[in-house]
């Protein structure tokens, strides 16, 4: 038989999302199970956005505003920057993908922590790009020095992510001044920020704050976890004029639908708002860390709205053994486990489920 795709995709993973929780709930034949695999924030969609939501399906057999301007405009008046510098997508990780496509020819290469976001390789092969994993310290967090000693002349992005996930340890300004410094000015350094509005550690940066003046920086973020905007799929990006500009070119056109951009606008409204909401997860965040450390497991320090358990060749079944117990959390074999940490029920339920898990593991 011909073949019509391209033969180096047959070794790409799939990306895999947290599994349904309907699946789960009618193979157990239980009321309800419990996800706690996608880093989603649990507590509904904010005020105003369904209103506005609604009010904007009146308009659905239009185009939304290609240009975004609107939402570009609220974006730039919140953390001072001119419009011109932002470009909104199809959340966050879409954003990665065309960043990867605006500075990557094949055979160019992407540097990045291991393990780190999944989609980051997925991404790379997209565009015939070469992966440079360096792998994470053993704290799970980046290692900074490696990875600068990685790029190389044929790099031309690297990513942090920062927090990290799935395993939610965060660089610090100190250590990511001096990795930024040694950076050639030719590479593009993007951070990946998805998490910043759980972080509480005061030493870990504001990449906007700090870094978005320099010319080869671009921050990622995005609205589907503080923001509860995960369906509707809403990132941006602070980028430097004329690189912004370039991202547009090959951005996918209406890439951001009319109803994210109304949601959007509506849930920037709601900042006192999702700061209530961040800090209950901050709170059960640290709950949920203590508890998980008595029962013997080695919790990193998370800044993200999750908690990784470095199980290592266990973390498969340990997720099988949760799913049986109701609740869903998302393993990364022969690595760890990632919990998104839920509301204080679910998270009970959760702390049950593992304290099982890891009694029937041994």
């Keep these: 038989m011909t073949r019509l795709t391209r033969a180096d995709l047959d070794s790409l993973p799939a990306y895999v999302p947290g599994r349904s929780l309907a699946d789960l709930t009618r193979e157990l034949g239980i009321a309800e199970a419990i996800k706690l695999a996608s880093n ?12 506005a939501v609604t009010e904007a399906m009146t308009q659905s057999h239009r185009y939304p505003d290609m240009g975004v301007l609107a939402l570009r405009d609220a974006l730039a008046a919140r953390f001072g920057v001119s419009a011109d510098r932002i470009v909104t997508g199809c959340g966050s990780v879409a954003l990665a993908e065309i960043l990867v496509k605006a500075t990557c020819l094949p055979g160019d290469e992407m540097v990045y922590s291991w393990r780190s976001f999944e989609a980051y390789p997925i991404i790379s092969a997209g565009v015939g790009a070469t992966s440079v994993r360096v792998p994470n310290t053993a704290a799970h967090g980046h290692d900074l020095p490696a990875m600068a000693d990685a790029i190389t002349d044929r790099t031309r992005l690297v990513v942090v992510c920062n927090p990290n996930n799935p395993t939610g340890t965060a660089v610090r300004k100190a250590e990511l001044d001096r990795f930024l410094a040694d950076v050639p000015s030719d590479v593009l350094v993007v951070l990946d920020e998805a998490y910043r509005e ?15 003046g320099r010319p080869n920086v671009v921050v990622l973020r995005t609205m589907s976890k503080a923001w509860g905007l995960a369906g509707l799929r809403m990132g941006y990006l602070v980028a430097q004029p004329e690189v912004a500009a ?9 890439s951001t639908s009319l109803v994210a951009q109304a949601a959007a606008l509506a849930a920037l409204q709601q900042e006192d708002e999702v700061k209530r909401r961040c800090a209950l997860v901050v709170t059960e965040r ?5 508890a998980l450390r008595k029962l013997n497991v080695e919790v990193p320090e998370s800044q993200a709205n999750f908690v990784w358990l470095p199980l290592g060749d266990k973390s498969a079944p340990f997720g099988a053994a949760c799913e049986g117990r109701g609740v869903i959390v998302r393993p990364f074999q022969p690595d760890g486990v990632r919990v998104t940490i839920g509301t204080p029920e679910e998270n009970d339920a959760f702390l049950a489920a593992a304290e099982f898990a890891l009694d029937q593991l041994g």
């Design 40 to 51: 989603e924030v649990p507590y509904g969609p904010l005020p105003g956005v369904v209103e």
């Design 286 to 290: 640290a709950r949920v860390t203590e």
């Design 198 to 212: 759980l972080v509480t550690d005061p030493d870990v940066p504001d990449a906007i704050d700090t870094y978005a």
């Design 246 to 254: 370039a991202i547009r070119k090959v951005l996918t056109p209406f």
